[in-house]
């Protein structure tokens, strides 16, 4: 069992920044995948960002550039950097663990609201 906790999220006028984490309750240098995604209203849940193992990245079109995903193994902490703020981007955010075991487990934390005023 993997326990994710975000936190970081709050308001922001258009062009801010915000620094999303989550905080994992085990050591994310077993974990297979992070990822960061959104939901906002009325809209399905759509990925952000991940990042693997190896550290490689993926980005989703509307955020590269602007979005930085990061893992840190010593504080089994993933962070999301977003500059540029814009309005769309307003969400609820949520981490996302994926395990291989070799079935496959994912894990959710409890989303944390970005508002980004224009």
């Known amino acids: 069992q993997v326990q994710l906790v975000e936190s970081g999220g709050g308001l922001v006028q258009a062009g801010g920044s915000l620094r999303l984490s989550c905080a994992a309750s085990v050591s994310i240098f077993s974990i297979n995948a992070m990822g960061w995604y959104r939901q906002a209203p009325g809209k399905q849940r759509e990925l952000v960002a991940q990042?693997?193992?190896?550290?490689?990245?993926n980005y989703a079109d509307s955020v590269r550039g602007r979005f930085t995903i990061s893992r840190d193994n010593a504080k089994n902490t993933v962070n999301l950097q977003m500059n540029s703020l814009k309005p769309e981007d307003t969400a609820v955010y949520y981490c996302?663990?994926?395990?291989?075991?070799?079935?496959?487990?994912?894990?959710w934390g409890q989303g944390t609201q970005v508002t980004v005023s224009s």
């Open positions: 990042v693997f193992r190896g550290d490689s990245t």
């Open positions: 996302n663990a994926v395990l291989y075991r070799p079935q496959l487990y994912e894990y």
